[in-house]
């Protein structure tokens, strides 16, 4: 009896890719209200008229590297269609996570709960702003990466993959990380704060880019021996919008 193959190797490509990309998309958000203290500097610095003395960013940054790696493999092999698909989903993950947390806020605390209401309210509770800055960041800055990725790699025909991967994120994300530090925050914070922890969200992802683009080549190296070099070829081919040429 010959096997029933429910999934071919690109399928299950994109399936892992996206269940990975959702899984550190939902815990981003999660977890975007926790402030974290990187550094304290030898100096202050100051930010439109207010000074800082230590770089602080948010908990929701530790996961950047991973949808950094992931938004790039999705742009490589499946193109604006397959990116864009992830970027609807994704946003669709969000709300639903939103609502979710609303619906585990209102239900009564037992007597026996390890968390109490208070503790708990106090950490999901802010996530209501969090998550609304988060899908409005998330939806424009997605867009916007897709743009920058695909027109880049018409620009330098194809070639050039670190340009592309870090261009389009350098492009992307500091209105990304502008727009739902501002929504989520500003009020309870001062404009300058806002802006810093920008800036210093910021500068993190600058500098994880460069970084892990070694990690972008190994990753689409291990894809392209997964899929084999025919397979590889056609999709990104195919993501780019090219043509394939004809062998007749």
């Not at 203290?37 to 610095?45: D, E, G, Q, Y």
């Not at 639903?96 to 208070?118: C, H, N, R, W």
């Not at 080549?217 to 056609?234: E, F, P, Q, V």
């Amino acid at each position: 009896m010959s096997k029933i193959h429910l999934l071919s190797r690109p399928q299950k490509l994109f399936v892992v890719c996206t269940a990975i990309f959702l899984t550190a998309l939902v815990v981003a958000e999660a977890t975007a209200g926790k402030l974290f203290t990187v550094f304290h500097l030898p100096f202050s610095i100051n930010i439109l008229g207010q000074s800082f003395d230590e770089v602080i960013m948010t908990a929701g940054v530790i996961a950047f590297p991973i949808t950094f790696i992931i938004t790039d493999l999705l742009n490589e092999y499946f193109g604006k269609p397959g990116i864009k698909f992830v970027t609807y989903l994704g946003l669709t993950m969000i709300m639903f996570e939103f609502g979710l947390i609303q619906v585990a806020m209102s239900v009564p605390t037992a007597s026996i709960s390890p968390v109490p209401d208070e503790a708990f309210n106090s950490v999901f509770g802010a996530s209501g702003r969090i998550i609304i800055g988060s899908m409005v960041a998330y939806f424009v800055g997605q867009l916007a990466d897709i743009s920058l990725f695909h027109w880049l790699r018409k620009l330098t025909d194809g070639k050039h993959l670190w340009l592309r991967a870090t261009g389009s994120t350098f492009g992307s994300q500091f209105l990304d990380t502008f727009v739902v530090l501002f929504i989520a925050f500003y009020g309870q914070w001062t404009l300058q704060t806002v802006v810093a922890i920008t800036l210093f969200n910021y500068a993190y992802k600058f500098v994880v880019a460069i970084l892990i683009t070694p990690l972008i080549y190994l990753a689409h190296w291990a894809i392209d021996k997964y899929l084999g070099k025919d397979t590889s070829h056609k999709l990104t081919h195919a993501a780019s919008g090219e043509e394939m040429p004809s062998k007749g």
